[in-house]
């Protein structure tokens, strides 16, 4: 979980990430416009991407400077989505306060993640080493969240998809923006196709076991440790990696347990379906797909040079090995 | 109006902006992300801005293959606020069809509006010469659009807005784009700053003059030429040159007037209105504020040499001189 020190380091760069946020370019005089973007920014956001940039980059000695840019950048792309997903999905708590279209109106948050999104591309704008190969691979990466998130949308009305489709989906929605963090350093680095190339798929290896841990969390961890609430993808009958291989493992079986979950008060349906995930392998099965995916993601960290991986490494295992 | 071989040379442009858009680089597999932003690019837009950096460019003899990719970012960049600025404002009809958000819903919309917008930094990013600074102008006018709609909206729950402050709406909201279309012109031709700042002060004060006019025929065009449903700006009481000139003039007058027009029959609303407008010197006065702006911008043409300034002069007097 981090060194001490490893620890502050990270406190450090968030706080400078903070900052940075605090100071973008928005006048001042056109309130109705600002005061949704700067709500939305100042949500306790992890930072976790801006500080994969950094960390990528640093790796690489690429400029400080252009490095807080492309972090930035890559947190308000985040944040964007943020912002429109709360809406699309009907989320009304984000980041521990309401969300913007519930501090405000619809029209205010489409507007404040319209505006979020192009003060990204200002601030990817400001990079001085590699800005074209940048600029692509941003905008691709942005692109592939947006087509992720079509994908989550169509499949709650879709009772087709199987555990693929889910894992595509959560390598564009989530897997996609972690590679672009990554990838980011590298090409901030200097460094060629290849290396960027790995850096990327590390971090789209490691955002989709981020993504696996989360749906197996989401009913298995400890509630009281639990930031979000437990078992509300239960409650939603979202599907998850679990339901996934539930149904891939014996279709007519987890027809027949879901649907006698179903009739149950939320408490013992969690229960239930615990037992069943764990009975019948499942959640084992999960926990090994997200530990092949996570070693995938420790793989391609081998294009760092053995000497400068310590912090990409530790910062890897902070993310994995949460127990809630 | 334009000679009929200037009017060809502009349907061809349409022609090559519409394939051009046809081939942008969407997966074919998503179709549930992709059908809503192919459904918006097909309605029959005009292309003005895409024609205007085009017409610009040339003069400069920028490069056609940037200027095409320069010219479909800006376009998809004022698609993207048409699909977001329809839910915001619950629009339902868009070139000649039905709104995003009616043909599909809320999230499809906001999504495909997102889509659209990361294809136009896409579209951008091909271009190959002046890349940072045509990046700078593109996203200092999307946040200006932004700003612009922003501004829009609170206006409409906002009695105490002036003349003033619908200007500068109108400059940000539409005048913005046009002047990131013309300057873009002139930074793929390599012109210095100078150069540049004018192009873009022609194309501000050409969507400043656009749509003071549009305003002006909103309420006093042939009502059977005219392509939108004439009078919607006053059924829905939005604020407008003529009513912002009115309460300037006289703001007692005016809010009588107003409350004696809003217990009438649309058609005679209307009438009533046009009536007090034109007799108190209203429609003139905006007549010749939509002038003056016009001339402004015909000066700042004068960067151009005038051997090459045939077109823009041109196009100028066909945006600028329609009846309806």
């Known amino acids: 979980m981090g ?20 100071k973008l370019p928005i006048k001042k005089n056109s309130s109705e416009f600002e005061a949704p973007i700067m709500y939305a920014l100042k949500g306790k956001g992890k930072r976790i991407r801006p500080i994969l940039t950094h960390l990528a980059g640093k790796a690489f000695e690429a400029d400080p400077e252009d490095l807080i840019n492309a972090g930035i950048a890559v947190e308000l792309l ?50 001085r080493e590699g800005t074209l190969k940048a600029h692509r691979c941003f905008n691709e990466s942005a692109l592939e969240v947006c087509e992720g998130q079509a994908m989550d949308l169509n499949f709650a009305s879709d009772s087709e998809i199987g555990l693929n489709d889910y894992l595509e989906m959560i390598e564009k929605k989530t897997g996609s923006l972690l590679g672009c963090a990554a990838q980011l350093g590298g090409i901030l680095g200097s460094q060629d196709e290849k290396t960027c190339e790995s850096l990327k798929s590390y971090g789209r290896n490691l955002g989709k076991a981020f993504q696996i841990q989360d749906d197996i969390l989401e009913i298995f961890s400890d509630p009281e440790s639990m930031g979000k609430s437990l078992g509300s993808d239960v409650l939603t009958e979202k599907q998850t990696v679990l339901t996934l291989i539930a149904k891939k493992d014996n279709a007519t079986e987890w027809k027949k347990k879901s649907a006698e979950a179903r009739k149950l008060q939320i408490d013992d349906r969690l229960s239930f379906l615990r037992e069943y995930f764990e009975q019948n392998g499942i959640r084992m099965k999960a926990s090994l797909l997200a530990e092949q995916t996570a070693e995938e993601a420790r793989t391609s960290l081998g294009v760092v040079p053995e000497s400068r991986r310590n912090e990409l490494e530790a910062f890897t295992s902070m993310i994995l090995e949460r127990k809630n």
């Open 3 to 22: 060194t001490p020190d490893f620890i502050e380091h990270l406190d450090f760069l968030r706080k400078e990430i903070d900052k940075a946020l605090k």
């Open 78 to 127: 985040h944040n964007f989505t943020l912002v429109h997903d709360d809406i699309m999905d009907g989320d009304l708590i984000r980041h521990g306060q309401d969300a913007v279209h519930v501090k405000w109106d619809e029209p205010a948050a489409i507007l404040a993640g319209d505006g979020i999104f192009v003060l990204a591309q200002l601030s990817l704008g400001r990079i």
